[in-house]
C-alpha cells in the first residue's frame, strides 16, 4: 500500500463506504507538495477491492507527475468509485462520495473521469466545495475533454514537426483508438487539419460517425495498434503499449489521452530502440487538468485557458531536447523533469 517500487508513498488515502447507498470508495492522495491534491473521479467496474486500490495509487500518481509538469500549484490525488454490481440510486451514491471528499477537508478535489459525468459533479456541489468540473453560464468550465483533446492535439502537432519532420498535419496518417469525450474531439481537430484518419471503437457508431463525418477509415479493435500510419494516438484505456502490442506497432509518434499507457517503464525503452517516439501521457494529456483547476480557481477566460493548454506543445519541444541531451527515453526523461518539479511553486 504504502509506495510503489520506485515511488514516493502516498501522503494519506481514504477508503470510503457507506452501506445505505452501497458507495465503495478510494481517495488517494499522493502528495500535496505542490497544494491540494487535484485529480479526477473513475466509477468502474472492478474485479476486486485490491484492484481498485491499485487502480486509485497508480493513478493518483500520476497526477502527482501531470500537475507538476503542467506547473500548475496542485498535488496529485485521484478517487475509484467501485461500481455497484446491482441497482443504485445514483445521486444518493455521489452524494455520499462527496461527503467523504469534504471529509478530507480540501486535502483533495474532484473532478469527472472515467464514468463520470458533469451532472455527477454538479449534484456533488451540495456536499463538498472541493470539486470542478461543473458548467457556469457565462464563463468556461464544466466537461474538460475538448481541451484534453487540444493539449494532445498541439502535442502531435509538434511531434509530427520535430520527430517526422514534417511541417504540417496535411496528409499524416493517424490513428485513433477509442473515439470517446476526448477521442472524438482529437479526431475533429485532426480531420480540420488534414490528417487521414484510421480508428477504432468497441462502439460500432462512433465508428460510423468518424466514418461519415470526418472520413475515416475504420479497422477493428485488435488492428488498430498496428495499423499502417505515422502517428498513434491511443485515447481508450490504459497498458495499451505493452510486450505483445509493440512489436506490431508501424506508427512513428506516439501520442494520446488515455492515462498509464506503458504497461512497464521498460517497454518505454523497447518503444525508444525501434525508433518509435513515445510522448508521454501525462505530459500530453493534461489539457483537462488545466482546465478544471483554472475553473476551481475561478481564474482567466476561455482564451487563456486555450493558451495555457496549447503551452504542452512547447512542452513537448523542450521533452524531446531533454532527451537528446540526456540520451535517454521521452518517459523517463518526464519522469525526472515531473519529479524535480515536486516541490512547492515559487
Ligand atoms: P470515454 O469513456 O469517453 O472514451 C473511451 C472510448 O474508448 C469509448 O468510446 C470506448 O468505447 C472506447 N474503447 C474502450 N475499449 C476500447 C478498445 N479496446 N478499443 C477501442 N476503443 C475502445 O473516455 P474519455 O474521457 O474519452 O477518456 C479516454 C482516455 O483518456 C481514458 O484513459 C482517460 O483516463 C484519459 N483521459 C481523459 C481525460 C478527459 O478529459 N476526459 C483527461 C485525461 C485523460
Known amino acids: 500500500l504504502f509506495g510503489l517500487p520506485d515511488q514516493k508513498p502516498h501522503e494519506r488515502v ?33 474485479d476486486n477491492e485490491l484492484a481498485a486500490l491499485n487502480d486509485a495509487l497508480r493513478l493518483s500518481q500520476g497526477m502527482s507527475l501531470k500537475n507538476a509538469l503542467a506547473d500548475l500549484p496542485f498535488g496529485g490525488g485521484k478517487a475509484v468509485i467501485i461500481k455497484p454490481a446491482g441497482d443504485f ?36 456541489q451540495a456536499h463538498t466545495q472541493f470539486v470542478s468540473g461543473i458548467p457556469r453560464a457565462g464563463a ?34 493517424v490513428a485513433l483508438q477509442g473515439l470517446g469525450a476526448v477521442g472524438w474531439h482529437l479526431a475533429e481537430f485532426l480531420h480540420k487539419a488534414g490528417a487521414k484518419l484510421v480508428v477504432a471503437d468497441v462502439d460500432a457508431a462512433k465508428v460510423a460517425r468518424a466514418q461519415e463525418q470526418l472520413g475515416a477509415t475504420a479497422v477493428g479493435i485488435h488492428e488498430i495498434l498496428s495499423a499502417d500510419v505515422d502517428v498513434l494516438a491511443p485515447c481508450a484505456l490504459g497498458a495499451s503499449l505493452n510486450a505483445s502490442s509493440i512489436p506490431t506497432i508501424r506508427a512513428q509518434l506516439i501520442a494520446g489521452a488515455a492515462n498509464n499507457q506503458l504497461a512497464t517503464v521498460e517497454d518505454g525503452d523497447t518503444l525508444q530502440q525501434r525508433g518509435i517516439c513515445y510522448l508521454p501521457d ?63 511553486p515559487v
Open 14 to 46: 481514504l477508503l470510503a463506504a457507506d452501506a445505505e447507498t452501497g458507495l465503495k470508495a478510494i481517495l488517494a492522495v499522493h502528495s500535496t507538495a505542490r497544494g491540494p491534491a487535484f485529480g479526477g473521479c473513475r466509477f468502474w467496474t472492478y
Open 140 to 173: 468556461f468550465g464544466g466537461d474538460p475533454s475538448p481541451k484534453t483533446a487540444w493539449g494532445v492535439f498541439v502535442s502531435i502537432e509538434a511531434g509530427v514537426r520535430l520527430h517526422l519532420k514534417r511541417s504540417s498535419l496535411d496528409g499524416v496518417r
Open 89 to 124: 440510486d445514483r445521486p444518493a451514491l455521489f452524494a455520499a462520495f462527496g461527503r467523504a471528499v469534504q471529509s478530507l477537508q480540501g486535502a483533495y478535489i474532484t473532478a469527472e473521469d472515467v464514468g463520470t459525468t458533469t451532472a455527477d459533479m454538479l449534484g456533488m
Open 282 to 344: 501525462y505530459l500530453v494529456n493534461a489539457g483537462g487538468i488545466i482546465s478544471v483547476a483554472r475553473e476551481y480557481r475561478n481564474e482567466g477566460e476561455e482564451s487563456a485557458v486555450m493558451a495555457e493548454v496549447s503551452r504542452i506543445g512547447e512542452r513537448v519541444a523542450e521533452l524531446l531536447e531533454r532527451v537528446k541531451a540526456e540520451g535517454t527515453t521521452p518517459g523517463r526523461a518526464a519522469d525526472a523533469w515531473a519529479r524535480s518539479k515536486l516541490v512547492k
